[in-house]
Nanobody, 119 residues
Framework: VQLQASGGGLVQAGGSLRLSCVASGNIFSIYVMGWYRQAPGKERELVAIIPSGGSSNYTNSVKGRFTISRDDAENTVFLQMNSLKPEDTAVYYC??????????????WGQGTLVTVSS
């Protein structure tokens, strides 16, 4: 199983970016997909998660600005980021909790995509 993230880049404060992450491989079912981020010198933190058939959750600092969504038919999770702030600058990682076709419950991480917000 692999997670491939894309969509990062350089944007001015107040701008928008949309991240995408596609899961591929021997996947039976994806239970939870999410986005984490790690800023320079800081620990990785949860940004948003979306369970299958459930309600999404966000860290307080992005509520009202970021929206997480998923396309289960394409095993893809998105993160729409609006009103970006310099403090949103970080490497963003997608994450999935899924069941493989061998019925193993596993977590997987994408390779990370850099988001840089200039002031």
């Amino acid at each position: 199983v692999q997670l491939q993230a894309s969509g990062g880049g350089l944007v001015q404060a107040g701008g928008s970016l949309r991240l995408s992450c596609v899961a591929s491989g021997n996947i039976f079912s994806i239970y939870v997909m999410g986005w984490y981020r790690q800023a320079p010198g800081k620990e990785r933190e949860l940004v948003a998660i979306i369970p299958s058939g459930g309600s999404s959750n966000y860290t307080n600092s992005v509520k009202g600005r970021f929206t997480i969504s998923r396309d289960d038919a394409e095993n893809t999770v998105f993160l729409q980021m609006n009103s970006l702030k310099p403090e949103d600058t970080a490497v963003y990682y997608c994450h999935a909790l899924l069941q493989t076709t061998l019925f193993q419950l596993r977590t997987y991480w994408g390779q990370g995509t850099l988001v840089t917000v200039s002031s």
